[in-house]
């Protein structure tokens, strides 16, 4: 039904940026919201940036002022800009979607990750 395409990880020094996207294809009705998480070794999923059912945005404090969520309509496509990394932001990201079918159910679907690292 719907299939998440991440891209744009790898590896960067502190101070660094990066870009992370994600495509959806499929037979999405309506997406509800869009996030990003991350997961580092040993560590729980966290959510990293999200934009809500209001199309506000909400990101951890963590990342608050350095990360940016993003998205392009047209490409079915978010986008996480990454500015001022840290080691500690080393991690796997994941994209996620909740969506709706034709009668209102909602669902959700993950990307299957990248990988970002980032050295001192």
């Known amino acids: 039904q719907v299939q998440l395409v991440e891209s744009g990880g790898g590896l960067a020094q502190a101070g660094g940026s990066l870009r992370l996207s994600c495509a959806a294809s499929g037979s999405i009705f309506t997406i509800n919201t869009t996030g990003w998480y991350r997961q580092a070794p040993g560590k729980q999923r966290e959510l990293v940036a999200a934009f809500t059912s209001a199309d506000s945005t909400n990101y951890a404090d963590s990342v608050k002022g350095r990360f940016t969520i993003s998205r392009d309509n047209t490409k079915n496509t978010v986008y996480l800009q990454m500015n001022s990394l840290k080691p500690e932001d080393t991690a796997v990201y994941y994209c996620?979607?909740?969506?709706?079918?034709?009668?209102?159910?909602?669902?959700?679907?993950w990307g299957q990750g990248t990988q970002v690292t980032v050295s001192s």
């Open positions: 996620k979607v909740y969506w709706s079918d034709y009668v209102g159910k909602v669902f959700a679907t």
